[in-house]
Each structure stands twice: as structure tokens, then as C-alpha cells.
């Protein structure tokens, strides 16, 4: 009696231990996968990010007319962002209709 009380002590601990390592690891790991998936899921409104960095090119044109070179240089790097954000937008959407990427 008392062999398999020890007997199922230990395979307690050791359970019990498993548990306790694996459960954070388990649970860091999911959030990634959720962060990646979330990230997937989120669709990208191209006309309306197109339309964005034409309004900002146009702006900067305008603050170059009237002489302001650091606003129009600061409205010009907005839509850069604008462009690289749509570029990778595009390119995710490219790369998550093939199943096997590359």
C-alpha cells in the first residue's frame, strides 16, 4: 500500500511539474500564434490607403509651393510610410493565397 502511494506521489509530481513548465511556454507560444493570426486575418483597405498617400503628395505639394519644406518633407515620409505599409499589405495578401509560400 505504501509503494503505491509513493508510486503515485511521484507520477503526481512529475505531472504536476510538467504542468507547471509547459503551461507558459504553451501559453507564450499561442499568443505569437495569435498576434500572427490576427495580424493575417486583418484585411487591408487598398482605395483608402491609395487615396491617403495621394492627399498626403498633394499636401506636400502645396506646403513646397508655399515654402514650407520641413511640413511638405514631413507629409512626404507620412506617405513613404503609407506606400511601404500598402506594399507589404499586398505582398501578405500575395503570399497567404499560395499554400506553400516561396
Do not use: W, Y
Not at 36 to 47: G, H, M, Q, R, Y
Amino acid at each position: 500500500m505504501t509503494k503505491r502511494f509513493s508510486a503515485l506521489a511521484v507520477s503526481a509530481a512529475i505531472v504536476g511539474g510538467f504542468f507547471i513548465t509547459s503551461v507558459p511556454a504553451h501559453a507564450a507560444t499561442a499568443a505569437g500564434q495569435g498576434d500572427v493570426s490576427v495580424t493575417a486575418a486583418v484585411t487591408c483597405d487598398k482605395a483608402k490607403l491609395r487615396q491617403q498617400i495621394a492627399e498626403l503628395k498633394r499636401k506636400a505639394a502645396q506646403l513646397k509651393q508655399l515654402g514650407e519644406t520641413a511640413a511638405a518633407n514631413r507629409a512626404l515620409s507620412d506617405a513613404r510610410a503609407l506606400q511601404k505599409r500598402l506594399d507589404a499589405c499586398i505582398k501578405a495578401e500575395d503570399e497567404s493565397a499560395k499554400p506553400f509560400p516561396g
